[in-house]
Structure formats: structure tokens, C-alpha cells
């Protein structure tokens, strides 16, 4: 046991290596600690020093995403120097040097120092560069990059993670995130970059006016299909950096009765008020809920920290409130886009771990229907007449023409147009969902995580699945494909249930995916049908979860 924490030389001299080619005090200072206490043989410190020496920060499904902490596995001021002179090479190499590129961040720990060393170090390599003026939304930075016809974007972040991180998205000149092979020709690039203290930095970028961020605002109060605006509404930024332009993005588009959760109106990377800044994390919509409630709203609306996911939550039949599952969220504005769109064969897509639902209501409207793995980057790129795209991680995208990335902001205005329009009528969200019920049938999803401290135990429960796949599940036969090479995912299936197995590519976590189907004979028979598929869901968590318990203790 001891041998696996001993300090052997080479972890030593990596060690010595970044302190000496760091270029932040702080950061060396926090090495040098680590450092110090494995030399004295404290193995709690030679274990986070061999976490933050053995390997670099890869780009995941969103970005680099990591804790803020010094060494290579870590976002700290240096991994961003260097990285951006990865960025700044790989433009080069691609017909794209000199060009406007776009820096953003958010309000989390270190994203100022972060995105000032990005914008510097691209500058001194002869792009242009302009940065948003102030901690915005990361939908308005895919936006800026396509409004400024920019060759790429940074926008530092870490979205919903945990305070103790921090992330680095990268936008191409297409608006959307990067996908392979350029995450790993950047990393390549970013490889061959000298050490931090060596590349050149400058001060000279152009900080964008005002206007950008009234253009996008333009563009998403026009997105309202409906008359109606009396609507009620209950809103939370989870201490992110939505709040105001949410509500200038509501009231532009005539929404002006909304209330905030003042307590988690001000961003503070700190999150004091959340145990995880997710609004899918129980507990994360407590103050929401209860302001929904005391102010008698018809809608509420979650933000996360970045406010590109947007999360619903409505008053139940019972008088309770609750908040919409993402695959709920999804299928009704799915439902609201097509029904109201007037574009000549539309598409429409998800996620291949989202509810398939959406396949039926597009058939129902005559519309074009993909899936694709998970990730906004491949869902922007599901094909061309794309209207709408949502994951059932909160994640939708109803305006792909001009921000091709998730955008709570834009989410959340066409919710309040179907909420208003549904409230004018008599009716509410959840009729809406009977409605889709009756249908399509009735589909439920629920997720099972298993978080992770050492990332070699997902890799373990994943070839263990696709060596020995289960032949039924809950009583159901089931099948297993697995989908490598084009995406680390296995897919179980049998009548009326699916699986969907993934490593996280944001957080350390392998995630499963329930989806039980239950056909519904007429309005008469939703309620049985949707008891019976409750049943039917539960037997399935069990049995999956009993899977991955046996095997992560194996």
C-alpha cells in the first residue's frame, strides 16, 4: 500500500520542472507546498501531487474542464497560456492567422486572470482580438463569433461544475464548439508550445461595446411565436451570470413580470447558497421553488452559472411545484417549435442518451428527426434545416441561426411564449404533456451516476459492460451494441426499455441512462399507463444499479 504512495524521482522532477517554468507566483507557491509534504512523506500530498503532474487537461465534451489548482492537470494561468498558444498556432497552420478571434468568460474563480492571459497571449501572435466587456452569458460568446465573423472564440468557464473549478471552451469559425480531429490537433499544437513563461503576451485587445450584447438581445426577443405576455414568472441565475440578461432578454420581449431569487441574483463564485451550481443537483431549486410559490407564479426558470441551460418548473396538479425533467423541457418546446415553425423541412435532433420521443413528434409534423452523440458540438451539426436541438441535460437550442450552442437565455423566452400562449387558452405545460402522451405514449428517463475519484475505475465498468453484457434486465431481454468508435458509449435495448452507458466527459462520473416506453390506448388510460411504466422504471434502476454497484466494488 505504501508503495503506491511514494514519491519516485521522476514525479519529483516534473514537479520542479513546472515551479520553475510557471509564470504565477501563487501557483508556484502552491506547488512548492504540495511538493514540500511529499518530500516529507505525507502520502495524502504525494497523491495530489501524482494527480496534478500525470497528465494534462484534454478537451472533454464541453472544453477543458478541471479544478483550479496548480500543475498540468489543472486550470491555472499557465495551462491557459499555453493552450491559447496552441489555439494561436493551429489558426496559423489553418489560413486563419490575423484574424478576429473572441474571449469571453464567466464570474467563477480565476476567469478574469484566465481570459486576460488568453486574449494576451493571442494578441502578441498577431490576431485580433476583442473581449466581452464584462463576465456574460457563454451563449453570447458563441453568438460574437459568428456576428463578428471571428475565426474562433474562448470562453472561460466551467458551466455547472463544482466552485473548485474552472474550463475553457473553444468555438471554431462556425459558431460552434470544436470537434475532432481539432481538439486533438490543438492539443498537439499545444504540446509543441515552449513552456508558459516563454510565450509572448501583449496588451492591445479591443474590448467590445455594448452593442454586440443588444444585437443578441434583439435577435432573442424576437423569438416568440405567440401574442399572448401575461405570464408570471420566478427566476434564478444559481449565482451565475444570467441574471440580467435574462431579464432584459424577458422584458425586451415583453415578459416584464418576473422575480428573481435575489439571494442568487449577484454572481459569486463561491455558490453559497447550492451544494452543487446545477439546477438538475437536488436542493438547487429550493429558493426558486419557494419564490415560484410565494409570488404565485405561472413558470419558474433555472438558469445554470453560464446560462446556456435552462431548466423549467411548474405548479403540479396537486398545488405542489416541481421542477421538469430535461427530456420533459426538451419535448415540449420540441413540440412548440415544430407546431409553429413555418420552414420547409425542418430537422430537429437530440442525443442518443435523450428521451426518443422527439422522433415521434417529429414524424408527426412531417419533420426531419437525428440523433447524435452527446454534446451540443455534434448537435449543431446534426444537418443542414436544423430548427431545434435539445440533450435532456437542460440543454436546448431553439435560435441554431444564430447562436449554434445551448442557450438557456433564448430557452427560457420561448418557454414564457408557450407558458403565456397555453395560458391564454385555459391550459398549462402539462396539458401539453398529457397531450404528447396520448400520442406518442408514455416515455420516462432517469439517470444513475457513480462519481469517481480515480477516472481508471470508469474505464474498468465500461469494458467490464462490453465484455459481459447482460442478457435481460428487470425481466426484459435486452441486447448490447456498443458504439465505439463513434462515441465511448454501450446501448442496451429491449421491448420498451433502453440503456445508455457513457463516461462523463465533463465531470468524473460514468453516467446510465433509463428510457421505458409504455403505450397509452386513449386519454382514459394515460394515468394506468403511466403507473405501469413508473413500475416498469424503478424495476430497471434497480436491476442497472445493482450491475454497476457489483462491478465499481469489484
Avoid at 282 to 307: C, H, W
Amino acid at each position: 500500500m505504501t508503495e503506491n504512495f511514494r514519491l519516485t524521482p521522476d514525479l519529483r522532477d516534473r514537479a520542479f520542472r513546472w515551479i520553475a517554468n510557471d509564470v504565477a507566483p501563487d501557483s508556484r507557491e502552491e506547488l512548492q507546498s504540495v511538493l514540500a509534504q511529499a518530500l516529507a512523506g505525507a502520502p495524502e500530498a504525494v497523491a495530489d501531487l501524482a494527480d496534478r503532474m500525470g497528465s494534462s487537461l484534454a478537451f472533454g465534451t464541453a472544453g477543458l474542464r478541471g479544478p483550479v489548482r496548480a500543475g498540468p492537470n489543472g486550470m491555472n494561468e499557465s495551462v491557459v497560456i499555453r493552450t491559447t498558444a496552441g489555439v494561436a498556432s493551429w489558426l496559423a497552420q489553418h489560413g486563419r492567422f490575423g484574424r478576429i478571434v473572441v474571449v469571453g468568460r464567466d464570474a467563477r474563480h480565476g476567469s478574469e486572470r484566465f481570459a486576460t492571459a488568453a486574449a494576451e497571449v493571442l494578441h502578441a501572435a498577431g490576431f485580433e482580438v476583442r473581449v466581452l466587456p464584462r463576465p456574460l452569458p457563454t451563449p453570447v460568446l458563441a453568438f460574437a463569433v459568428k456576428h463578428l465573423g471571428a475565426a474562433a472564440g474562448i470562453q472561460i468557464t466551467a458551466s455547472h461544475n463544482p466552485p473548485s473549478d474552472n474550463g475553457y471552451k473553444l468555438y471554431d469559425g462556425s459558431g460552434a464548439q470544436i470537434v475532432p480531429p481539432t481538439d486533438r490537433e490543438v492539443e498537439a499544437a499545444t504540446a509543441q508550445a515552449p513552456e508558459a513563461f516563454r510565450v509572448p503576451r501583449g496588451r492591445g485587445a479591443q474590448v467590445v461595446d455594448e452593442d454586440l450584447l443588444e444585437a443578441y438581445l434583439t435577435k432573442v426577443s424576437a423569438l416568440p411565436r405567440g401574442t399572448a405576455r401575461s405570464l408570471r414568472v420566478a427566476a434564478t441565475a444559481l449565482h451565475g451570470v444570467g441574471a440580467d440578461v435574462l431579464t432584459r432578454a424577458l422584458e425586451m420581449a415583453g415578459f416584464t413580470d418576473v422575480h428573481l431569487v435575489a439571494e442568487q441574483s449577484t454572481p459569486d463564485p463561491d455558490f453559497p447558497t447550492v451544494p452543487f451550481p446545477n439546477p438538475e443537483e437536488p436542493g438547487a431549486t429550493d429558493l426558486l421553488l419557494a419564490r415560484a410559490s410565494a409570488v404565485d407564479a405561472d413558470l419558474a426558470i433555472a438558469l445554470d452559472p453560464d446560462a446556456d441551460r435552462c431548466a423549467l418548473g411548474l405548479r403540479d396538479r396537486d398545488g405542489t411545484w416541481r421542477m421538469l425533467r430535461g427530456d420533459e423541457t426538451g419535448v415540449l418546446l420540441g413540440e412548440h417549435v415544430l407546431s409553429t415553425s413555418d420552414i420547409e423541412n425542418p430537422l430537429v435532433a437530440t442525443t442518443i442518451v435523450s428521451s426518443s420521443m422527439l422522433a415521434g413528434i417529429a414524424a408527426a409534423h412531417g419533420a426531419r428527426y437525428a440523433e447524435t452523440p452527446t454534446g451540443f458540438k455534434w448537435l449543431v451539426r446534426a444537418g443542414e434545416g436544423l430548427v431545434y436541438a435539445y440533450e435532456e441535460a437542460i440543454g436546448l437550442c431553439v435560435n441554431p441561426d444564430f447562436v449554434r450552442d445551448k442557450d438557456g437565455i433564448a430557452a427560457a423566452v420561448l418557454a414564457c411564449d408557450l407558458a403565456a400562449t397555453l395560458k391564454a387558452a385555459g391550459r398549462s405545460p402539462l396539458d401539453v404533456l398529457d397531450d404528447l402522451a396520448v400520442r406518442h405514449g408514455v416515455y420516462l428517463t432517469d439517470q444513475l451516476s457513480v462519481r469517481v475519484t480515480d477516472l481508471a475505475v470508469r474505464t474498468k465498468l465500461m469494458n467490464t459492460l462490453r465484455a459481459h453484457s447482460p442478457d435481460e434486465l428487470a425481466g426484459v431481454p435486452v441486447t448490447t451494441e456498443d458504439l465505439l468508435p463513434e462515441t465511448d458509449a454501450v446501448r442496451i435495448s429491449g421491448a420498451g426499455i433502453r440503456i445508455v452507458v457513457r463516461p462523463s466527459g465533463t465531470e468524473p462520473k460514468l453516467k446510465t441512462y433509463l428510457q421505458v416506453t409504455e403505450p397509452v390506448a386513449d386519454v382514459a388510460a394515460l394515468d394506468a399507463s403511466r403507473s405501469a411504466a413508473s413500475t416498469r422504471l424503478r424495476e430497471l434502476r434497480e436491476a442497472v444499479n445493482a450491475i454497476l454497484d457489483r462491478e465499481s466494488s469489484a
